[in-house]
């Protein structure tokens, strides 16, 4: 058997984690991956052991893996206004792609499609395509273990099975699997296997009809954007925080940190990792002084040491709302203006002729709340 398997598809790489010895290297190769990528490790011998190196970084996917043993005939269904078939041209990876975006998957480069397609015989492309106009409305993905690092057990593997939402035709995704299932059994292998989500309840009927059983076997994965909802699960009143707030929650649950909400109106939260935990008011914490959160809060203040610490600021004045105002408007021309203490742009005005219309609207004593 090969050492070190890493087979590149373009939305990601497999990575075969039975052919690694060291898993401080697999690890290594999983916190390689590429930005907008999706890799996937397979196999690994120790999946708790291997995410225990870097549970900041890896995570075991909640997916099942379910597997078909070749020990008896698979009947195939006749497609009905469709035929599978190999890639033909670069123009079929190019519609492989066109069906991964409209179900919402991660397209690959067409040039590795076709690289894999004419020069690595571990893969097999198939596409399902229309009878009526020849479009492409399916594709599945398989590997064959045996010809990819000389697998002792003669296994295989689809993968990125996708059907076009829109294709109208009943089917589809059985006769890929079928096809394919059939082509690694010509081929002498002992099984196929696939992972799926564990809430796929659809695939999964259809996986479990076709006579796949689920196999103890766990899938890890590097947290990343894409797969982000896979390891966090958000607070029910995450959605209800300030949108300060809520950039603080979702960078703490993308590094992994607990958040649990407070209040959700005034942007309070704790957040909690290992032992510790920090209670937050948006980007705020509990070890901010009074001072610090008063300088914050007033944006005279705010203003004042930004100038004296020898930062440029804008021309300015605080509202008098009388003359003086529009004498300073005719001087500076457009202005922005705000509530001395206030957020999240509310009490906010752009513009002179806004600017004009907000010093008659406000008179008496909050005439000294406002400033341009």
Not at 30 to 44: K, N, S, T, V, W
Not at 118 to 130: D, E, I, K, N, S
Not at 183 to 209: M, P, Q, T
Not at 246 to 271: F, P, Q, T
């Amino acid at each position: 058997m090969a050492d070190d398997v890493v087979l590149e598809l373009g939305w990601g790489r497999l990575i075969f984690g039975q052919t690694f010895a060291d898993p401080e290297q697999l690890a290594e190769v999983l916190q390689q991956e590429g930005p907008g990528r999706r890799d996937i490790c397979i196999y690994a011998r120790e999946s708790h052991v291997l995410v225990a190196r870097s549970p900041a970084e890896l995570f075991i996917d909640p997916s099942h893996t379910y597997r078909l043993r070749f020990t008896d005939e698979l009947a195939a269904a006749e497609p009905v206004g469709f035929t599978v078939r190999t890639l033909q041209t670069p123009m079929d990876a190019d519609a492989m792609n066109r069906v991964y975006v409209r179900c919402g998957m991660v397209p690959a480069p067409v040039d590795v499609i076709w690289h894999n397609h004419t020069l690595t015989p571990a893969v097999v492309y198939l596409v399902a395509v229309r009878d009526d106009d020849g479009s492409v409305v399916g594709t599945v993905t398989g590997v064959d273990h045996k010809r990819l690092f000389a697998d002792p057990e003669d296994g295989s593997s689809l993968w990125s099975l996708a059907v076009d939402p829109a294709a109208g035709l009943p089917g589809v995704g059985d006769a890929l699997t079928r096809t394919l299932a059939g082509i690694f059994r010509e081929r002498g292998r002992a099984y196929l296997d696939l992972s799926v989500a564990h809430d796929n309840s659809a695939a999964i009927a259809l996986y479990e009809k076709l006579g796949f059983h689920r196999v103890p076997v766990l899938a890890v994965k590097r947290k990343n954007a894409i797969n982000e909802p896979l390891f966090t699960h958000p607070p029910e009143t995450v959605d209800d925080l300030n949108p300060y707030a809520r950039i603080i929650a979702d960078e703490a649950m993308r590094r992994g940190i607990r958040v649990e909400v407070l209040d959700a109106g005034a942007g309070e939260m704790k957040l909690s990792h290992g032992g510790r935990s920090v209670i937050t008011r948006e980007s705020l914490s509990e070890f901010t002084s009074a001072v610090a959160m008063a300088r914050c809060d007033d944006k005279r203040q705010t203003r004042r040491i930004v100038s004296d610490a020898g930062i440029t600021v804008p021309k300015g004045r605080l509202a008098t709302f009388d003359h003086e105002d529009h004498e300073f408007l005719d001087e500076v021309g457009d202005v922005v203006v705000k509530p001395t203490r206030g957020e999240q742009g509310k009490g906010i005005t752009v513009g002179s002729m806004a600017a004009r219309n907000s010093t008659r609207r406000y008179t008496g004593p909050a005439s000294s709340t406002r400033r341009y």
